[in-house]
């Protein structure tokens, strides 16, 4: 086990093991912690600390000069640190020690990642008791589990991103200041009463933001998604599948109303029984899809310093031994190159990516002679993949082939810095992309945009596709190149024609029968799916990648 959770985040071993048997150099998480150098540059390499599972009965304190720190479980189920302090407790002077003094784990470092742990506060349904106190700026949590009841998560300064984590709480029990996302996380509702509790800054551009999330409730539980502790909370949920436990009004004002003109409370794209936006409050707001569009992780984290958390998580993840890794384009150094392995680049928007695209599909169709790391990246055209400072590392990854596929961000409506025009600009944009991998000796292949799974009302059968100029201008760059040529977009939008619509719906992230289908994104059985199309084209574009391409074990699903 020990391996495998090192090949995940890319370190050849930890550099201090903290186990309750006495086996690693602790048994204490924290001392382990206070022995970790002082590292406060963000460029520095994390300190990581690995822990073993078993229950940790401690408080964890994190000093603000201890940041920059990768604690690392071995299994969320498995690993946990607990504690049950709550805030009616007497302190020294008799008097209860209130809210803020009761985390479980208390973080005032910058730059730490978590991973693969529960943060507990044990103490029941008695009151405030925290199980997280956030202080710090640019903290990482990955497929942790916070457990409490009323205000499991204060998340008082800072910017965060969580992603697979699991939340549970009744009252208030995500709330605070700062600037938080959280992506693709479980919130469950234990008990009546209220998921958020933001005090976001007057003038703060973001609050709390959720995504891709599901929200959950005990039986017969009610609950509403926020309520303002301060006038000016901000609080978003985009495409989160909601339950029946999500009250029909959605929002509170906490007995103020004035606050419903500063708080700004918004849904996109809600699903599942708890989505009602016909009941909602009328001071709420809905966003459209551009706008929700725009909140992405780095656009919502990214602060004066351009912090980008999907990048970090994505470096995290390099490991030096799969032949099928995956990498951040800001990677300092490329991972080195192993004799005889013909290294793929794979460069895009977030359908060639490993969370949501074919990516993480075309990895599993790649033989052992072949490496692949993915650089795409969600919300990015060819113009801000390169305008952001992605596709220089990209290229010094000196991979054998590059695939490249843009289009999705590059169509009106997306902004001026990610907007092109299929004729000019995002045409120049492909051909100088090609100049520059063979500038370094490696060959090219564009693919055309995957399409969007929208049939036409007016014609059920047929594919409505705006993606249509991208396509040919990839096409017509490719042929005054002589560059190697997948055309995903006719090779998808003919999948989906054969298939139908009820067919087809079944690749969506979404339930065939949500109120709003990701019809852009892909599950796990659709990125195989359509990596396949990729790999099948590939065979015939390039012959000479023959031997390392693959056929899926599922000839069912193929065209």
Not at 330 to 354: F, N, W, Y
Not at 530 to 549: H, T
Request: charge should be neutral.
């Amino acid at each position: 086990m020990l391996a495998s959770v090192f090949t995940a985040v890319g370190s050849a071993k930890p550099d201090a093991i903290v186990a309750p048997d006495g086996s690693g150099q602790f048994t204490s998480l924290q001392d382990a912690i206070s022995a970790a150098p002082m590292r406060t540059d963000p460029a520095a390499p994390a300190w990581v600390i690995l822990v073993k599972p078993g229950t940790y009965r401690e408080r964890i304190y994190v000093q603000r000069e201890r940041g920059n720190i990768h604690v690392l479980g071995e299994d969320a189920t498995t690993t946990i640190v607990s504690y049950d302090l709550h805030a009616n407790l007497p302190g020294p002077d008799g008097k209860p020690i209130g809210t803020f003094r009761t985390p479980t784990l208390q973080i005032d470092g910058d730059g730490m990642i978590w991973e693969n742990i529960t943060i507990a506060n044990s103490a029941g349904p008695v009151g405030q008791a925290l199980a997280l106190r956030a202080d710090g700026d640019r903290l990482v949590f990955r497929h942790c589990r916070f457990l409490g009841w009323q205000d499991t998560l204060l998340l008082n300064r800072g910017r965060h991103y969580f992603v697979d984590c699991t939340i549970e709480g009744h009252v208030d029990f995500i709330f605070g200041a700062a600037t938080a996302f959280f992506d693709h996380c479980a919130i469950r509702c234990l008990r009546d009463g209220y998921i958020t509790a933001a005090s976001t800054p007057k003038g703060a551009a973001h609050g709390f933001v959720f995504a891709d999330c599901t929200i959950t409730g005990a039986e017969g539980v009610k609950t509403y998604l926020g309520r303002p502790w301060r006038d000016f909370a901000q609080t978003v949920f985009l495409r989160t599948e909601m339950s029946a436990a999500v009250r029909p009004e959605g929002w509170h004002n906490w007995n103020k109303p004035h606050a419903e003109q500063t708080t700004f409370y918004a849904e996109f794209g809600s699903t599942g029984p708890g989505a009602n936006p016909s009941a909602r409050v009328a001071w709420a707001h809905t966003l459209t899809a551009e706008d929700a569009a725009d909140l992405t992780p780095a656009h919502v984290l990214g602060g004066a310093d351009g912090w980008d958390p999907v990048a970090g998580a994505e470096r995290a993840s390099v490991s030096r031994e799969s032949p099928t890794t995956s990498a951040t384009t800001t990677d300092a150094a490329p991972p080195p190159r192993r004799p005889g392995i013909t290294r793929i680049v794979l460069v895009g928007d977030s359908t060639v990516t490993d969370r949501s695209g074919w990516g993480r599909g075309f990895k599993q169709l790649l033989g052992p002679g072949a490496e692949c790391i993915n650089t795409a990246l969600g919300g990015r055209s060819s113009k801000s993949f390169r305008g952001e400072g992605h596709w220089e590392p990209a290229l010094a990854l000196r991979g054998d082939y590059y695939l490249i596929q843009f289009g999705h961000n590059d169509q009106p409506g997306k902004g001026p810095k990610r907007e092109t025009d299929p004729d000019t600009t995002f045409a120049q944009n492909l051909a100088r992309y090609v100049d520059e991998v063979r500038a370094i000796g490696a060959e090219p292949v564009l693919l055309t945009s995957l399409t969007r799974r929208n049939f036409d009302p007016a014609n059920p059968g047929r594919i409505l596709s705006t993606l249509t100029p991208y396509a040919n201008a990839a096409k017509r760059v490719a042929r005054e190149k002589a560059v190697p040529l997948i055309d995903l977009h006719a090779r998808s939008i003919a999948l989906c024609e054969a298939w139908g619509p009820e067919r087809t719906a079944a690749l969506n992230p979404r339930k065939p029968n949500s109120q709003d289908p990701d019809t852009t994104h892909l599950d796990a059985n659709g990125s195989t799916i359509f990596a396949q199309l990729v790999v099948d084209d590939l065979r015939q574009a390039v012959p000479a990648l023959a031997f390392i391409l693959q056929t899926a074990p599922q000839p069912g699903n193929r065209p």
